[in-house]
């Protein structure tokens, strides 16, 4: 078969042929894309709703916690409260031994004395009495411990029993202070 059509219709066709093809080419991915995101709309719309169900229900949730934390922090605080009462009411019947008074025998306590116990007395027939015991390494350091405790304003009488001077050295003594 002989071909009829001049050259210059050829490639005219054939421009025309390409054309039309990418035209279809860009119509069929448009259709695809559309065709697309209508089917993806249901399910983006459903988790929007979902995600707003779920943040709804959260803070309902945490407003319950937060309420059940509030009662629980009021708990504690009246807890500490009471606790805090009973502390200074004990401490509006304390008596006049206090960390004064303890200052006041550590001030004159010697390097060679090591006490080993101080005790509190309140007897309403007797008075408040302040017990000391412990260890002195001589009995000249024990009279000066006691001397010391004696010229001391803030106690009134100092007991050291004569017993106590029995020993020569490691002695274990026993004293007694009333306070000013």
């Known amino acids: 078969m002989i071909?009829?059509?001049?050259?210059e219709e050829k490639k005219k066709m054939s421009k025309d042929f390409y054309f039309r093809l990418i035209t279809l080419i860009f119509i069929m991915l448009s259709a695809s894309a559309l065709t697309a995101s209508i089917a993806i709309l249901p399910a983006y719309f459903l988790s929007f709703v979902g995600e707003n169900f779920i943040n709804a229900k959260l803070e309902s949730q945490?407003?319950?916690y937060a309420s059940?934390?509030?009662?629980?922090?009021l708990m504690v605080v009246k807890d500490l409260e009471n606790k805090l009462n009973l502390v200074e009411n004990a401490q509006k019947n304390q008596p006049a031994f206090s960390q004064?008074?303890?200052?006041e025998i550590i001030l004159k306590k010697i390097p060679n004395i090591k006490i080993t116990e101080i005790s509190y007395q309140n007897d309403p027939k007797m008075g408040?009495?302040?017990n000391i015991s412990g260890k002195a390494l001589s009995r000249e350091v024990l009279l000066s411990f006691r001397r010391a405790l004696e010229n001391d304003t803030a106690f009134s009488e100092v007991d050291l029993p004569i017993s106590n001077f029995v020993k020569g050295s490691d002695i274990k003594f026993y004293l007694s202070l009333i306070p000013s």
Do not use: F, G, Y
């Open 128 to 130: 408040e009495k302040i």
């Open 3 to 7: 071909n009829l059509i001049p050259n």
């Open 100 to 103: 004064k008074v303890i200052n």
């Open 68 to 73: 059940l934390s509030e009662q629980n922090a």
């Open 62 to 64: 945490e407003d319950e």
